[in-house]
Structure formats: C-alpha cells, structure tokens
C-alpha cells in the first residue's frame, strides 16, 4: 500500500490531540493538507473521508490511517472489473452501515451520471452499484448527502438541485428502485437568506462574470437511531424538517399525501451536514458564526463551540467508543464560493468532538 505523504501534514499538537483552546468542545486529530468533503468513521473506527471537489484532489475518497491518508479503496485490492463499475468522479456524501462504506457521487467534474456505490470493508470488494440517471436526478443535482437506513432497507439522499426543484431521493436497496420525493416542497427549497462568513459574503460567478449570492436547498439530513424519523432541511434555510421514515419507504404514498406527512422540527441555522447521538441531539455547524451547535431534544439550538478554527464544518460521523468527528474545509474560501478567487490555504481539520451522549457509528 502506498501512502501520500504530501497529501496530509500532521502537526505534533494534532498527534496529541490537543485541545483547540481550553474552554472548546472539541480537539483536532489532524491538520490535513487538502479540503476534505465528508467524513464516516465504521464501527471498527476506520475514518474515511471524501475530499471536496471544489479543491480539485487527485483521489476523491480517502481513509485516515496511522497519521496519513491513503486512497479508498486501496487501488491495490480493486480489481479490474469492480475498477470499471466504481470509476469515482467526484464523492462527497459518505456514510458506513453494516460493513458497507456507501459513497454518493455527483459526478460532476465529469458531467456523468450521479451513483451511489458501495464497497464491502470486510471482504474487500465492490457490494453495489446503483446509478441516479435524469430524472431521478436532474441536469442542474448536486446529490450530496444522505443517510442509510438499515431496517427499512432505504438510503435517503438530498439533492439541493437548482433551489426550487430541490428533493429527495429515496434507494430501495434490495430492488435498485430509485424515486425522487417532496420536489419543490417547502421543507426543502431554500429560504431568502444569504450566508455570510466574517463579514463577507457566499458569492458565485456565472459565466458573464456577475457574482450572485447562492441560495441552497435541501442539504443536513440524519435519522434518529430507531430508524423513525428522518430529519432534513435546506442549507440555507432556518428550519430543520421530519417525516416517518416509514413514509419515506412506501413507494405507493401519493408525494401530495407524503408531503402532508412532514412535520418541522426546530429552528437551525444555516448549515451543511448534521448526526444524531442515541439520545436524538442533532449536531450541526453553525457557518456564519464559525460555530459548532446542538439540536436538544426540547427542540432548542445552543451553540457548543465557537472558534476560527471551525470555519465551515461540513460532516459529522460518529465512530465507536461514542466518539463524534467532524471537518473543517472552508468551503466559503473555495473559487467555487468566493468569486473565483481562492484563498482558502491549509491546514484543514478533521475534529472529534465531545458530543453530549454517544451515537451509532458510521452516521
């Protein structure tokens, strides 16, 4: 197995884990040297990360191993076959259940179809593949988080698209069948509010040049440990969203009737990624205030942590021992997001978290 050496550096404070500042919540483990998209940490604690496309890497999926990264899988152990099926374009959704590391990719660096591929840990090899063609997935998705229910058998995708046709897609695993849901509902297109990040703000530049403020859909969605309740909302937006994931599941319910179905949750800020812990805490970044916040079970957000440092923290996963890790990719920084102009410089963090009670790993 070969290692990348110039892909991460790590300092000696992030070998020792030491904490960020006295009064924080949470301790860096690795100072990394390229923008990492998300993160799923399995139940026997291997920690592996997409990294963000908007920073251009050579590997889009990685694992974080004895103080380095190297790629996932191992190019070494991928056979030509399963080589052909994978062809990974550009992951950033990636979470883990049952021994099965799922990796959503957009595809869209190379204008390709969106697929969701997933890849048995334990015996090392490809487990399945199952592609996102038009409609399911319109020209203007950007499929980018989701979350993977194992007792329904369903993996739940959100899809911020274009902003009004934002949605979800709900994957039959055991079928193949794939259905896009809720398109359009208010639940999960994006609310008129503009993120703004030390004092500047999210900004876009089309093709003639004019620098637009995106707005997006439907990005943070998680489910509770029970497997009961799907929770989701729009990046931009502040309201977080539920429904039965037993809803979600049924492929005869009308969207009008499962759209009836959804009930808001809480209020939230604008954020990217969000877990769960068993005692239903949902954690989240809070990105206009470099923050790291908490959903509590009476329905209030109170903010954990506060620190520069935690400049866009995109993914949450939980591994075992109930540990809760985190990255940090300063998104707001990419050209992507900053007019074209990148400033965005390492090192970039991957977090653990003290979260308030323990969750299931991989989510």
Known sequence: MKTLPKLVAISVLALLAIRADAKSNFDIIANLDNGPGNVTVTDNGRIIMSLHQFYQPKF?????????????????????????????????????????????DNGMRSRVTPKLVGWDIKADKLHQVIMLPSPIAPKDAFVNDFTVDTRHNIIVISDPAGGTNAGLIVVNLKTGKVRRVLEGDSSVIPENVDLIIDKVPIQIKDNSGKLNRPH????????????????????????????????????????????????????????????????????????AENAIGVITTDRKYRRLSQCPRLSWVDSFSFGPNGDLFAVVNRLHQSAMLNGGVLSAKPPFYLLKIHALSSGLPGR
Do not use: C, Q
């Not at 990974?88 to 990796?103: F, K, N, P, Q, Y």
């Not at 009308?254 to 939230?268: C, F, G, P, Q």
């Open 60 to 104: 889009t999926v990685v694992e974080y191993k004895d103080n380095t990264i190297v790629p996932f899988p191992n190019r070494e152990m991928v056979d030509a076959d399963s080589k052909a099926a994978m062809k990974l374009d550009s992951v950033l959704g990636i979470r883990s259940a049952d021994g099965i590391v799922w990796m959503l």
């Open 216 to 287: 997006i859909g439907v990005n943070p969605i998680t489910e509770d440990l029970n497997n009961e309740w799907v929770y989701f909302g729009p990046m931009h937006g502040l309201s977080l969203y539920r429904i039965k994931a037993d809803d979600l599941a049924n492929e005869y319910m009308d969207d009008n009737i499962l759209a009836s179905h959804v009930e808001r949750y809480s209020d939230k800020p604008i954020s990217d990624g969000i877990s769960i812990d068993k005692d239903n805490n949902i954690y989240l970044g809070e990105l």
